[in-house]
């Protein structure tokens, strides 16, 4: 692909030199499928090639004219990570069906090791036979990189960006230069904290779920609990595998952020409050430790599907509520990684593609959601757990510092430091700020 960019714009440049020469000013066109703007160039705070949200509301496209769709039994190749096929529900299987007959298309899942997806989608494009039409990845490989190195294609002259059934974050989140590039048929991605229930009722506390009900669910309310259930081996909290799991939470759940329109954000007051309160956690209450799945402690942070991974076999009780309200904050927050969709930058009749994605999988918004909620029942204990979760979806604030090439190794060098008791906040964030500020400008081309 990007060799056939290339082709192109030597043709184009001896197409202006000749109308040049001739003495009009007439010449043709690049074509619409061109790779986004890189990001070294200009723009203005409203067109930017930040990779954090624009606040600036857009125009949206009108729709373009599609009449029927004949793909004359074409295959389009979905690329993921998971075996996609086999988790599809009862009603995806159905329409999924209904998109084959209706476009005469077959749909294939084309699943890729996560380790190898996107070095696949790197090598299969340059070598113009791109593995798949559709992939879904990691937003932050996406945005900025992959888009402004031409892999994947804007989907706004494809689709129309009206439609009500387009969810917030895909249109907060997934822009670069002005132009939408990645999409989601719904936001399912809960992050808070597991909690053991049967250690809450042994030590007479009152459970999270019902604070957080009444919007009292606070970080005093957290240590108070973490330092109570703290003895005979039973920790207040552990990790979910290293001490950031813990530190990113707490900054987004203070009003702060680690980056906010590429600029770092991670030594701002409200920042620095929450990453004292967590090393405190390690430091002076010594309230973390322990293993969720044998019960040896109270609170465990994760994201939804990690309940997968023990809910069959923990024997204590368990619930699920949003990460407790620093004192800089008026509302719970959901800090989330984001997986979503994207078009190939060579894929054929890019169109007829989105035309048949759309009709994949259920796109009104509250439907989707509530499908979520249904897949999550045989994996959460109870209904508050799920009412949490609910709540959770389409209300998440993505952790874009991952699209910065080598930002979160030294950001989380610098936690782990904390953490250990080998330095202040202060001064291990002043040590890695140059670091992580060229991780910014490399990935960003400045």
Not at 22 to 42: F, I, L, V
Not at 176 to 186: L, P, R, V
Request: proline letters at 6%; aromatic letters at 12%; a negative charge.
């Amino acid at each position: 692909m990007r060799i056939k960019w290339l082709s192109t714009m030597l043709v184009a440049v001896m197409l202006v030199l000749a109308a040049c020469s001739g003495g009009n000013d007439g010449g043709g066109n690049e074509p619409s499928q061109q790779a986004a703007p890189e990001a070294s160039q200009p723009a203005s705070p409203a067109d930017s090639g930040s990779s954090e949200p624009s606040p600036a509301v857009e125009e949206p496209t009108p729709a373009p004219s599609d009449g029927p769709i004949d793909l004359k039994g074409r295959t389009i190749r979905i690329g993921q990570w998971w075996g996609m096929e086999n988790y599809l529900s009862e009603e995806e299987k159905e329409l999924q069906k209904k998109a084959e007959e209706k476009f005469n298309v077959k749909i294939e899942y084309v699943t890729v090791p996560f380790g190898e997806i996107q070095s696949r989608i790197i090598t299969t494009s340059v070598a113009g036979q791109p593995f798949a039409d559709i992939i879904m990845i990691p937003l932050e490989w996406s945005i900025p990189k992959m888009v402004s190195e031409g892999y994947i294609r804007n989907i706004d002259d494809l689709v129309d960006m009206a439609d009500p059934n387009w969810n917030s974050i895909m249109l907060k989140y997934g822009k670069y230069n002005g132009k939408q590039y990645s999409f989601t048929d719904k936001d399912n991605n809960g992050h808070g904290f597991f909690y053991n229930k049967t250690l809450i009722q042994r030590n007479g506390l009152e459970d999270p779920y019902e604070l957080q009900e009444r919007g009292e669910w606070t970080w005093d309310k957290f240590l108070e609990m973490a330092k109570a259930v703290t003895k005979d081996g039973v920790f207040g909290v552990s990790e979910y595998d290293a001490p950031s799991s813990l530190a990113i939470p707490f900054i987004y759940s203070n009003n702060a952020a680690v980056t906010k329109d590429d600029q770092i954000t991670y030594d701002a007051p409200e920042a620095l409050e929450a990453i004292q309160f967590v090393s405190d956690l390690y430091n002076v209450h010594k309230v973390v430790g322990g293993k969720w799945a044998e019960g040896t402690t109270l609170f465990y942070p994760g994201y939804r599907w990690a309940a997968y991974d023990f809910n069959g076999s923990m024997a204590d009780d368990w619930g699920y509520v949003f990460f407790p309200k620093g004192p800089k904050a008026d509302n719970y927050v959901v800090p989330t990684t984001i997986n979503m969709w994207h078009l190939m930058a060579d894929v054929e009749n890019p169109r007829e593609v989105m035309a048949v994605w759309k009709e994949l999988y259920e796109r009104d918004i509250e439907k989707g959601f509530d499908a979520v909620i249904r897949a999550e029942e045989a994996n959460f204990r109870n209904q508050e757990g799920l009412n949490t979760l609910r709540k959770m979806l389409g209300n998440g604030t993505v952790l874009q510092f991952f699209a910065y090439e080598g930002f979160s190794n030294y950001f989380n060098e610098a936690i782990n430091n904390i953490m250990a008791g080998k330095g202040t906040p202060s001064s291990e964030l002043a040590r890695i700020k140059p670091l992580t500020q060229a991780a910014i400008d490399v990935t960003l081309k400045k």
